[in-house]
């Protein structure tokens, strides 16, 4: 059975740092390109970074750009948001999604995926 995990989230205070994982199984990881999305309270779920899936491609969402960085180690089948000097908005749910396509043309869509993860909360407060 195909399912995406996600881990990592929790509480943080500004200015920290996080690393949220999300391993697949039940299929190659390998031939999927993965995004991250997260969802605040009352607000649109919105795209924050893809990957391709050999890694060579990547994209973030303007107000993560420069603090997140995607990554994918596929022989782990598992692939990493890194995120750093966190803010009290980057506070949300965050999901990770698989696409059968290894590239996609609109990344930050979630109608390109075909697979979601339950999700993990990032709480950035003091």
């Known amino acids: 059975q195909l399912q995406l995990v996600e881990s990592g989230g929790g509480l943080v205070q500004p200015g920290g740092s996080l690393r949220l994982s999300c391993t697949a199984s039940?299929?190659?990881?390998?031939?999927?390109?993965f995004g991250w999305f997260r969802q605040a309270p009352g607000k649109e779920r919105e795209g924050v970074s893809c990957?391709?899936?050999?890694?060579?491609?990547?994209d973030y969402a303007e107000s993560v750009k420069g603090r997140f960085t995607i990554s994918r180690d596929n022989a782990k089948d598992t692939v990493y948001l890194e995120m750093n000097s966190l803010k009290v908005e980057d506070t949300a749910i965050y999901f990770c999604?698989?696409?059968?396509?290894?590239?996609?043309?609109?990344?930050?869509?979630?109608?390109?995926?075909?697979?979601w993860g339950q999700g993990t909360q990032v709480t950035v407060s003091s």
């Open positions: 990957i391709s899936s050999s890694g060579g491609s990547t």
């Open positions: 039940g299929f190659t990881l390998g031939y999927y390109a």
């Open positions: 999604a698989a696409s059968r396509y290894p590239r996609l043309k609109n990344c930050h869509s979630e109608y390109e995926y075909d697979f």
